[in-house]
């Protein structure tokens, strides 16, 4: 198990709505710091799904780690955004599948792609993430090119395409 793992995440075909729904969503800890204030990010985020407190088991079971720090750069509206997070032990999946429904919800199109490694910086994983549309899934699925460690990321990322096409 990692002790620090590193996610970069491009969100891709944003709008100028999505991409002012997210920067909303990643609020800096002071102006133009780069770093996200997570404790206002996470009330964004999940609302009245989060206490205010970062219980362990929470953050295991609402991020995929224990614990997250976000840094981007650019508040200029582009249609992709590019962000960095620092997680302890693990990949924050649930963090991507939430921050992706929201914005999905706003414009179908929009997807997250990225890469994590562990502290070697060595690549052990891809992603590519398009909740709540069939016709992206079907898109990914078509050109999934998803690295890792004995193509285990490979196979989760598939089955949860997959799965969605079916349903």
Not at 48 to 65: A, R, T
Request: hydrophobic letters at 35%; proline letters at 2%; glycine letters at 10%.
């Amino acid at each position: 198990m990692a002790n620090v793992m590193t996610t970069r995440v491009q969100f891709k075909n944003l709008n100028e709505q999505t991409f002012g729904k997210l920067i909303d969503l990643l609020p800096f800890e002071g102006e133009s710091s780069g770093q996200v204030n997570i404790e206002s990010h996470l009330g964004k985020l999940f609302e009245d799904e989060w206490d205010g407190k970062f219980e362990q088991g929470w953050m295991l079971d609402n991020i995929g780690s224990k614990s997250i720090k976000i840094e981007y750069y650019s508040t200029d509206f582009e249609p992709q955004l590019d962000v960095t997070i620092e997680t302890a032990w693990s990949f924050p999946e649930q963090w991507c599948e939430k921050v992706a429904e929201v914005l999905t919800q706003i414009d179908s199109s929009v997807v997250l792609v990225g890469t994590y490694e562990d502290e070697t910086l060595k690549e052990i994983g891809g992603y590519k993430n398009a909740v709540n549309t069939i016709k992206g899934a079907k898109k990914i699925l078509k050109g999934l090119l998803i690295g890792g460690a004995g193509g285990i990321a490979t196979s989760i990322a598939y089955n949860k395409i997959r799965n969605s096409i079916q349903k």
